[in-house]
């Protein structure tokens, strides 16, 4: 028996670009048979749905409100859903797990922090820290790579909705330095091409339990045919 986690997908309107809302997608989830998923909407440095102007309690208040619902829908159908965010930095994303609404409501304004800081910031917390999709190009996208790898626990090295040549670049960086490694399907909407996430031997009582199978390489990575066998 194995107990499937999305690592990386969005909700609407939290996340400006995705077009379902959080209990669809929960329930999405549940049909594909996924034990979890944890909720990964766009922070409000990013493609965020955010109403501008609001103090930073309320922003977060927003921002939970993705996670929140889908939570709900979990309880309803039978699924775990877990916090986490995807920050960015002048395009350069970062999927961030383990740590709360509470440690967000304690540290306004932190939207506005470089990699270096942001990545301090969050792993003295307690916090663990992956590069999403590091060899993405896009216009919008100011420095594409990976960041220096002492800024990040993991790598995510397959995306479900990028080029598998950048998905292969990945692997190789993460491979190079050591890194772990984890994949996800960055669904944006309930009607998936792929899904993809992580595999565990055991069901994940807290997001601790992901995060510890993902940096112990007990995450087996769920990909497409194509690419399971050239990464072997
Ligand atoms: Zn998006
Ligand atoms: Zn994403």
């Not at 939290?14 to 999405?28: E, I, L, M």
């Not at 270096?116 to 792993?123: E, H, I, K, P």
């Not at 995450?219 to 194509?226: T, V």
Request: proline share 6%; aromatic share 10%; charged share 20%.
């Amino acid at each position: 028996m194995k107990y499937l986690y999305e690592t990386h997908m969005h909700t609407s309107p939290v996340s400006a670009c995705a077009a379902s809302s959080p209990a669809s997608q929960a329930r999405a989830y549940k049909r594909r048979d996924y034990a979890g998923i944890i909720v990964t909407d766009h922070f409000t440095n990013g493609n965020s749905g955010c109403p501008p102007g609001l103090p930073w309690d309320e922003k977060m208040a927003f921002f939970a409100s993705g996670y929140e619902e889908a939570k709900k829908e979990g309880g309803r159908c039978g699924l775990d859903v877990f916090f986490g965010w995807e920050f960015n930095v002048e395009g350069t994303e970062f999927l961030t797990y383990g740590l709360s609404l509470d440690f967000l409501l304690a540290h306004p304004d932190m939207d506005k922090l470089p990699i270096r800081q942001y990545s301090g910031l969050v792993r003295s917390a307690g916090g663990y820290l992956a590069q999403a999709h590091p060899f993405r190009t896009a216009n919008w996208i100011r420095n594409p790579g990976a960041v220096a790898p002492d800024l990040m626990d993991g790598v995510e090295v397959y995306n479900a909705g990028i080029p598998d040549e950048a998905n292969t670049k990945a692997f190789d960086f993460a491979r190079l330095h050591g890194l772990p490694v984890q994949a996800g399907s960055d669904s944006h909407h309930e009607i998936l091409p792929f899904s993809s996430g992580i595999a565990l031997p055991k069901k994940a009582e807290s997001i601790a339990d992901i995060i510890d199978a993902i940096k112990t390489n007990r995450a087996e990575l769920i990909l497409p045919d194509r690419m399971s066998g050239q990464w072997v």
